[in-house]
């Protein structure tokens, strides 16, 4: 292991992370805290984690060189960004010990291998991948069963936050959306009746002891995630332990290191389907910081440095609301600041703001945690968040 405050060769324990976004920055908080030094690497000289790391390294993913000096100036390094070349995890592996692995963030890369994994899980845990078929050509796109109609298209690869998909009501409208698509590869899914939206994040150590975070429940607004609720009684009992125990057969089957969200749909016959992975922490996983004795950044942290990865409890109930860049403009379009002090007067209010310097549509500047001994005490301070909001 990599003990806190060690130093090695002289130098102070120091962990890297490629990517500088808002989870890189979390990362960055939860390892400092154990008085490791930090080295992000981001191609934007503003990102909000490389603003807050010790050390930052400007350079694109795929730059030999700044790898070489990322693998030189740290003892283990991570990612905060799904979409990181795979090549470039593997060429770091070579020198220090990487987490997930290259190969683990290439299945969750790429929808197709993603999806047979899952199919491949399924015989186990009970819990299968939405219907689906692959289209990589023409032919493909002729030999689609009936069955997944309507459905939802998927783009492989670089999809997120609903970008990338096309909902398609008959084979016509699915030509031509995968037409729009510039004909890459794609997934069709059935477009399945859902009642609830869920996700679940687990740790799993180098020596295989995997921990889970409490099953969150997920709202989305025009494809991206709005509301994250967790306490009692959020989702249906068994839909719970059947999400909590397909992730860690996920994660075991992949031979995992670090920390994995898994999402996942309850339909509204009540059984459970899984949708997609995460090979990092995932927004919906932030209430973490505040409402368990453990965040997945902590873990994250753990799983890197090969700390004990204790079980972590959850001592509050939680409501996150994410703050999209939308906020920071009245209704006529003018820019504003968010009331920020009568949110931060309720009970229970924690503002996380990413430093992001300008604000955009849809981007995601910054979360809002309630927090609460009942779902009822945090479901009220979150209604009032969202009157002050507008
Ligand atoms: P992203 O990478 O954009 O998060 P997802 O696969 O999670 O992609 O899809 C985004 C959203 O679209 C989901 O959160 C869900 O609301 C909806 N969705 C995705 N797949 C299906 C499906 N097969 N049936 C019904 N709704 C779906
Ligand atoms: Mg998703």
């Not at 930090?38 to 490389?50: E, I, K, Q, R, W």
């Not at 283990?76 to 010990?97: D, G, W, Y």
């Amino acid at each position: 292991p990599l003990l806190p405050g060690s130093l090695i060769d002289g130098r102070p324990a120091t962990l890297g992370v490629l990517g500088g976004g808002q989870l890189g920055r979390m990362f960055v908080h939860a390892a400092q805290a154990l008085g490791y030094e930090t080295v992000v690497l981001d191609p934007d000289a503003g990102s909000p984690a490389g603003r807050v790391s010790h050390h930052f390294i400007q350079a694109d993913y795929r730059d030999e060189n700044a790898l070489r000096e990322l693998a030189a100036r740290c003892h283990a390094i991570t990612t905060e960004f799904e979409n990181v070349p795979a090549e470039s995890l593997a060429a770091l592996a070579a020198t220090r010990p990487v987490s997930p692995a290259a190969e683990c963030v290439a299945i969750a890369q790429d929808r197709i291998r993603e999806k047979a994994h899952f199919a491949s899980c399924a015989t186990g845990s009970g819990v299968a991948p939405a219907p689906y078929a692959v289209i990589e050509n023409e032919a493909d796109l002729g030999q689609v069963p009936a069955v997944l109609l309507p459905g939802i298209l998927k783009t492989a690869r670089l999809g997120y936050d609903g970008k990338g998909q096309a909902r398609v009501a008959n084979r016509d409208e699915l030509a031509a959306a995968w037409q729009r698509m510039g004909g890459v590869a794609c997934v069709l899914e059935q477009m399945l009746p859902l009642a609830h939206e869920c996700s679940v994040i687990v740790a799993r150590g180098r020596d295989g002891q995997v921990v889970s975070l409490p099953v969150q429940r997920n709202l989305h607004r025009d494809g991206i995630l709005a509301v994250t609720e967790v306490y009692e009684g959020n989702l249906p009992e068994i839909a719970v332990k059947q999400a909590q125990s397909a992730t860690v057969a996920i994660a075991n089957e992949l031979n995992y290191v670090g920390v994995l969200c898994v999402e996942f749909f309850v339909l509204q016959n009540g059984s459970l389907v899984v949708n997609e992975m995460a090979p990092r922490p995932h927004n919906s996983g932030h209430y973490t910081v505040d409402a368990c004795d453990a965040s997945q950044f902590d873990l994250q942290v753990r799983t890197l440095a090969g700390l004990p990865l204790a079980a972590p409890r959850q001592h509050s109930a939680a409501i996150m609301l994410n703050l999209l860049g939308d906020l920071w403009f009245s209704a006529d379009g003018q820019p504003r600041t968010p009331p920020w002090r009568d949110l931060l007067a309720l009970p229970g209010a924690h503002l996380h703001l990413y430093g992001k310097t300008e604000a955009r549509r849809g981007r995601k500047m910054g979360h809002l945690t309630f927090t609460g001994p009942d779902a009822g005490a945090v479901r009220q301070r979150a209604l009032q968040a969202a009157a002050l909001l507008g």
